[in-house]
């Protein structure tokens, strides 16, 4: 027997041509604003999220509403779609960013590495959390517990942003450094923490939070980086010895894919964010040898500079700057950008110390691991969607993410200025020319 089945309903033509002018002038607007940021000695992530900024409430809401609202409509269908194209930009990005992470060099450094995640990730989770039960009842959502909301703003202000971390020493000719190495190592383990405790606290979000979620949730945790060793990482090696055979090289690619988007989907079945599924996956590729970073290559092209830069501006869009105006959202911003900024700076500085570092390198590690970026970013939009957040302490957030980002390069620049530089450094120096080349 056959049993007929309705056709489904099509998009509309107005709500396609919606969308791809959405898609077209976010996108457009985020990478001309991208490519000036960069010119002005600045993250490129502070340009395209200024594109979302101009064309939401701030600026084109005001200067033109009508035509911001046939544009971009408080219509929830019409926006979703934006949203999901968005949304797959951030777990390949996500994904993109886990394949950063060096294993051998956290394993290598792990003792100084060790003392400086600890301080650079508890200093500043403890303060935030305490600031965040603190905050006034204004500063969260309706229905939102006082727990997780002060478990989110400690979140945002403990994590770093390892692929803006990347990027900046890249840029400042550090990342050859020991200094270099050592902020990175220190930013990857944050990257991990940052995912893993974002992961916890959404699912307090959502089932609220008690005793026997927690547990429930770290129960999932660790089978999940089990799943990650013992199923993920052989089943990963299998698809691509059998893709790298194939006679077409972009087959590989679309097989990580699948894998990103495979393993964010086993997270957020259990309750957990999708971005962790995506994160330890990205270290799961990246791990198994030069074929894998290669093909993660071919993707990163792709999603740093179409997929990325839309994520970017759509979550601009919902940064409303006129919240600033309030003197309760102005003086949490100020108060959460300085306790962001000197915890993390502290918790870095006296972490590297312990490990035996000197004053200097104390000092160029807490100012390198202050950049927030893009993790940040993620952490608020999912604080957002989950009703944790309001759109004024989601402003505060994302201006936190900018800001420090934008504080890192000429505090390094401080800091690194008089350090000489060592044999074996040079030598890294040369090996990593011969590997852009």
């Known amino acids: 027997m056959v049993l007929s089945q309705a056709p489904l309903p099509a998009i509309s033509h107005h709500q396609m041509l919606v969308f791809l002018l959405q898609v077209g002038l976010l996108l457009g607007v985020a990478v001309l604003l991208g490519k000036l940021a960069t010119r002005l000695r600045m993250p490129r992530v502070v340009g395209e999220l200024s594109a979302g900024v101009l064309l939401g409430p701030s600026v084109f809401g005001n200067a033109l509403p009508d035509l911001r609202d046939w544009l971009l409509p408080h219509d929830t269908a019409q926006m979703h779609l934006l949203s999901a194209v968005a949304q797959l930009g951030v777990l390949l990005l996500v994904g993109i960013t886990g394949a950063h992470i ?43 517990e006082r727990g997780t909301f002060a478990l989110f703003v400690g979140v945002a202000i403990a994590v770093s942003a390892l692929p ?10 550090l990342l050859h450094r020991n200094v270099g190495q050592l902020i990175i190592g220190a930013a990857a383990v944050s990257d991990i923490v940052g995912w893993m405790l974002l992961s916890i606290v959404a699912a307090m979000a959502t089932h609220g939070l008690h005793t026997g979620l927690v547990l429930e949730s770290v129960a999932y945790l660790i089978a999940v980086l089990a ?47 999708p971005i962790l599924g995506a994160f330890l996956c990205g270290i799961v590729i990246s791990s198994l040898g030069v074929s894998a970073r290669r093909s993660l290559d071919s993707m990163r092209t792709f999603v740093m500079s179409t997929l990325a830069p839309l994520f970017f501006a759509t979550a601009g869009l919902q940064v409303d700057l006129s919240a600033l105006a309030r003197p309760t959202v102005l003086l949490a911003a100020v108060v959460t950008l300085l306790v962001a900024t000197l915890a993390k700076f502290a918790g870095g500085y006296v972490g590297a110390r312990m490990g035996r570092l000197d004053h200097g390198e104390g000092l160029a590690i807490g100012a390198g691991l202050n950049a927030r970026g893009v993790v940040e970013i993620v952490i608020a939009t999912v604080g957002l969607n989950l009703g944790v957040l309001t759109t004024a302490t989601y402003t505060v957030v994302v201006l936190i993410a900018v800001v420090t980002s934008m504080m890192a390069p000429p505090f390094l620049r401080h800091a690194t200025r008089s350090m000489p530089t060592t044999t074996a450094e040079h030598e890294r120096q040369r090996e990593l020319a011969g590997q852009t080349a």
């Not at 060099?105 to 508890?122: A, E, N």
């Not at 006679?247 to 079945?269: E, F, K, P, R, Y």
């Open 164 to 173: 803006v971390i990347a990027k900046t020493l890249l840029d400042m000719d």
């Open 227 to 273: 799943c990650t060793v013992l199923v993920a990482r052989p089943v990963a090696r299998k698809v691509l010895q059998y893709t790298d055979r194939s006679a077409q090289s972009d087959v590989s690619v679309a097989a990580i894919a699948v894998m990103i988007l495979l393993s964010s989907a086993g997270t957020l079945a259990l309750d957990m964010e």
């Open 102 to 144: 060096d294993v051998g060099l956290l394993r290598r450094k792990r003792r100084v590495i060790g003392y400086v995640s600890v301080g650079s990730v508890l200093l500043p989770l403890a303060l935030g959390v305490g600031l965040g039960f603190v905050m006034p009842d204004s500063l969260m959502a309706p229905g939102a």
